[in-house]
Every structure is written in structure tokens, then in C-alpha cells.
């Protein structure tokens, strides 16, 4: 099957979420709409505090209630309703659950006072009503698909008697007991070496070609994003301000706050005479600042982007994508509005 929007998986329109703080709601994501395709894979980036990782639990339906509190006017996963809080059955005669999630750190997605394999064939006991017997057959299969070495033996092992590289694989091969058609990765490559990075970065792209699994690729890291995903998201402070196709938006970025990302990531085998980064820190979701969020930190901002939030608009006119900025396309390097 052809990875595509035309087949949708995913659809969330307008999701929300808060939380409760200082004896008042507080909203951390403000109206963000998503789409993946059968068999695609979609990217959100933006720096640390963005609203990526909440965006993804809030897709799972894992934030705690309370104090958190989300809202959609539709989060469906193949026509099965989310909103109801918590993951439901697969249905429609698909084993599992639709959607599987791998967390940011193995170190403690892993019990460590459980064996892998216990881990492993629980999961597969519980989830998809394996035999005991059934269910460790299937686990050894998943480790040695995640490329475990000598995976019957080491199925006995402890997290911790794994590397940190492995540990991550052994937290994909979780996620996959599940048989998801939607997998969230939530900055699965974080706590890796370049190498490793390298590694796991291929197996999911191998295991969701097998599967033609749906995929959000969530990260702080503009390239390894590029590697694994054909559209993107950035985020800030709560709000997709552009989307489209990766190379697109990479090549041709029209919101700043886009830009500034781009410019202060370095390269390989480019050189470069300045520094470039961004001014300033994330604003304090419960003190946003009026009008547009980026614009205390923007150099193209005017007097309309401290007053007025802009509309989300299309990328190019008859493209894909879209941008939510009053200078959409205007840019930086040539204002000179680097800093």
C-alpha cells in the first residue's frame, strides 16, 4: 500500500489541551489540527516547552485528568473516536490496540525489576490474548526483529543489563507487540550517540515500510526529523505556525520563528563565520504575551504582531501547507534581521 493523506489515518481538528494552575486553566495547545496518511510519516519540531510531547500524549489519551484537560472537534484514528480518553480497542477484526507510543528515555520507559521477556509477554498476554507459551514466541520474534543479539537467550536479561541503544530497541519491539497502525515517537533518538541515532533511525523506517505503519516523528532536531518523515510541523508555544511537505519548508521557510530554527542548526561540511540563534526564551504559558507569541523574540515583528494573532494561511498559493505569520515568507537574512 502507498503511503498517503488520501488515505487517512489520523485526523485531529482543532485540539486543545490545558492545565490547571494556580486555581485556573492554563492552555499549553491552542487549536492544532494533524493529519497522517496510511503508511506516512509526519514530523513536529520546535525547541523544548513547544507543545510537542503534550500534543502526543494528549493523541495517545495518557495526560492525567486532572489537571489536564483536552478537547478536540475530532480526533479519530481510522474512524474510531479518541476523545474519550485513553486508547480504544483496535476493532474492526485488527489485532492490538491502533495506536503505540515510544517515550523519550528507555532508561525509564523500562521496569527495572521486571525481565525483559516478562515485560514483553505480559503485553502480548494482555493485549492481543496470547498463551503464555504463544506470547514468549512472539517476543523472542520481536527482539530478534529489532536486532537484538541472541535474543532467546537474552530474553531473560534486565533493562540494565542492556546499553542504552538497546534498551531503545527492546521499547520499539514493546510498542510493535501492540500491532499499532499509528506509532508516536516521541524524541526516540535523544539519549543516543550519532551512531546508534543512525541505527535506530533505520529500523523504524524498515518496520513501518513492513507494516505500512503511520508515524508522528516528534523532535527537537531539524535534520534527524528530515531523514524520517515527508511532512513536518513546527511548533511554538503551543501552535503549528508551518506545515507542508519537509523539503518544502526546509528549503523555502516562510514563518521566522521557521527560519531562525534553520539557521541556528549547524550543518555538515558547511562553514560558517557567525553564530546565529534566537534571542530570548519561550514564553510562559501562563503569562502569553499579546498578538502573536513568537513576536518578543522575532526581528521582523511589527506593531499587527503585538496586537493580533495571525491567521493560519497557505504556504504558496495553490501548495500544500500552511504558515500563520503576518510576514509570511519575508525574510530574515535578507531584512538582515538576524541576530
Given at each position: ?7 487517512p ?8 489541551v ?5 486555581g ?7 487549536g ?11 514530523g513536529i ?5 513547544s507543545?510537542k510531547?503534550?500534543t ?23 474512524g ?16 492490538g490496540?491502533p ?46 526483529r529489532?536486532r ?15 546499553s ?9 519491539a ?17 539519549a ?6 543512525a ?17 508522528i ?6 535534520g ?18 508551518e ?8 528549503d ?15 550543518k ?31 526581528a ?10 495571525p ?22 537574512v ?6
Open positions: 500500500m502507498t503511503a498517503t493523506v488520501d488515505t489515518l489520523l485526523t485531529v481538528e482543532d485540539l486543545r490545558s492545565f490547571a494552575y494556580g485556573r486553566p492554563v492552555e499549553v495547545v491552542h492544532v489540527d494533524l493529519s497522517v496518511g496510511v503508511g506516512e510519516s509526519v519540531v520546535g525547541e523544548s516547552g507543545g510531547s503534550v502526543g500524549r494528549a493523541i495517545m489519551g495518557i495526560l492525567p485528568t486532572p489537571p489536564a484537560r483536552t478537547t478536540a472537534k475530532r480526533m479519530e484514528i481510522a474510531q473516536d479518541l476523545r474519550g480518553g485513553g486508547v480504544p480497542e483496535a476493532g474492526d477484526g485488527h489485532q490496540q495506536i503505540a507510543m515510544i517515550f523519550q528515555n528507555p532508561f525509564t520507559a523500562l521496569n527495572p525489576v521486571f525481565r525483559v521477556g516478562s515485560t514483553l509477554t505480559e503485553a502480548l498476554v494482555k493485549r492481543r490474548g496470547m498463551s503464555r507459551s504463544d506470547a514468549t514466541a512472539e517476543a523472542v520474534r520481536l527482539l530478534d529489532v537484538i543479539p541472541n535474543a532467546k537467550s537474552r530474553i531473560r536479561n534486565y533493562p540494565h543489563e542492556f542504552g541503544g538497546m534498551q531503545q530497541r527492546i521499547v520499539i514493546l510498542a510493535l507487540a501492540l500491532e499499532p497502525r499509528l506509532l508516536i515517537a516521541d524524541e526516540p533518538t535523544t543516543l550517540d550519532v551512531t546508534v541515532q541505527e535506530i533511525l533505520e529500523l523504524l523506517r524498515e518496520i513501518q515500510t513492513e507494516r505500512t505503519m503511520g508515524m516523528f516528534i523532535s527537537h532536531a531539524l534527524v526529523v528530515a531523514e524520517v518523515v515527508s511532512r513536518v510541523n513546527v511548533m511554538y508555544a503551543g501552535r503549528i505556525v506545515s507542508g511537505p519537509v523539503g518544502s519548508v526546509y523555502d521557510p516562510k514563518h521566522p520563528y521557521t527560519q531562525a530554527l534553520l539557521l541556528a542548526a549547524p555538515v561540511g558547511q562553514f560558517r563565520t557567525r553564530t546565529f540563534g534566537i534571542p530570548g526564551s519561550p514564553p510562559d504559558p501562563s503569562s502569553p504575551p499579546p498578538g502573536c507569541a513568537f513576536h518578543p523574540r522575532c521582523l515583528a511589527t506593531d499587527v504582531c503585538r496586537d493580533t494573532v491567521d493560519v494561511r497557505p504556504r504558496l498559493a495553490g501548495g500544500s501547507g500552511t504558515a500563520s505569520c503576518h510576514h509570511a515568507g519575508e525574510s530574515l535578507a531584512e538582515g534581521a538576524t541576530r
